[in-house]
Structure formats: structure tokens, C-alpha cells
């Protein structure tokens, strides 16, 4: 379905867990599924090692967890096993969702928006739209501006989400957060983040 990226693969082969493997969910998304807001077809859109994608299998969604590292699939194959939750998870490249041939109500996006230039931004939110149903929600959550120096990834303006979700979307709200990481790797353990609700038209 898609060729692997070697450079992703790497960020999970090396001996300590990337930034954003922290071993568990994002506290924001446990509060979105404690709400109940994680259900029906989920899909988890860049889940790593599928922290997400079992929080929603495990409140009662139908999740799908895709990347494209095929060694994060595999370790979070072996969590579905090891825990006793039923998700399903697939390489896939996020910016070419459609070739999943699946339909969803909610996406969840926990730090991948703001891993893409302007080019591939335009790509991906084509691809959220192709396998998103109308009404459906996309929960992002991406790096805020406010978050000091560069280390990292791209920092993400709040005009910059509501442009680049201008065309068939409605962002419906964008509140601060904080997203937890794994320290030492040029900022602590909480960075500024937005968390932005977005519902496709």
C-alpha cells in the first residue's frame, strides 16, 4: 500500500523511544474519550506505536491505527495482543489515505499536521477528507506557536489550521493544551500545543 520511510523506522529502531512515544495517550485525548467522543470507525491518522488507536478500541470504537514506520505497526500489534484490546493496524502513508478504502466518523491526529511543509499540509488535509465521512471529526492536535525555540517541529499558528481547513471543513473550536513528550530533546516534558475540533462539511 505504501513504501515504508526509512527515516521514520529509524526514530522507533533507536535505543530510546522518539519524543512523542511517551508509552501512553495524550491526557487531552483520554479526556475526548472519557466524553465519549471517540467512537464509532475511528481511525488514528500517524499512530505510531497505537497508544490512541487502543484508547478508542478500548472505549468501544471500531479503530484503525495507520503509519508509515512499518516497525511502529508492529509494536503496536504486539500492545493489541499483549492487552487483550481488538484495533486493527496498517502501513499506510497519511497522504494517501484513500488507498485504505475505508470510511470513518472521527480521526484522531496527535502530532502529524505539523510534521508537513505547506506542500504536503494541502495533501494532507485532502487525504483526512477521502476517508472521512461528512459530519465526521477530525481532534488535532498539533505544536502552537507559543511554544519557545525551534526545537522540534514546526510550530502551527491558529490562522494556519482554520487556512488550511478553509475548503469543506468547519473548525469549530482551537484551545490550548499542552502535549506531553519525552524530555531531553531540546524542550522538557510539556510543550504549548492547540487542540483543534474539526468537522468536516
Known sequence: ????????????????????????PQPVF??????????????DAGCGTG???????????????????????????????AR??????EVA????????GLAFDTVIDSGVFHVFGDDD???YVASLASVLEPGGTCYLMCFSEHQPGDAGPRRVRQDELRAAFATGWDVTAIAGEEFEVNPGFGFGSVVQAWLATIRRR
Open 121 to 123: 499540509r494541502a495533501r
Open 51 to 81: 497508544e490512541h488507536t487502543l484508547l478508542a478500541a478500548s472505549s468501544g470504537a471500531d479503530a484503525v491505527g495507520v503509519d508509515i514506520s512499518p516497525l511502529a505497526i508492529g509494536r503496536a500489534r504486539e500492545k493489541s495482543a
Open 30 to 43: 483520554v479526556r475526548l474519550a472519557g466524553a465519549g467522543l471517540l467512537r464509532g470507525r475511528v481511525l
Open 93 to 100: 502513508d497519511a497522504l494517501s489515505l484513500g488507498q485504505l
Open 1 to 24: 500500500m505504501t513504501t515504508p520511510h526509512p527515516s521514520w523506522d529509524m526514530s522507533y529502531a533507536e535505543g530510546s523511544p522518539p519524543p512523542w512515544d511517551i508509552g501512553h
Open 84 to 89: 487483550g484490546i481488538k484495533a486493527r493496524f
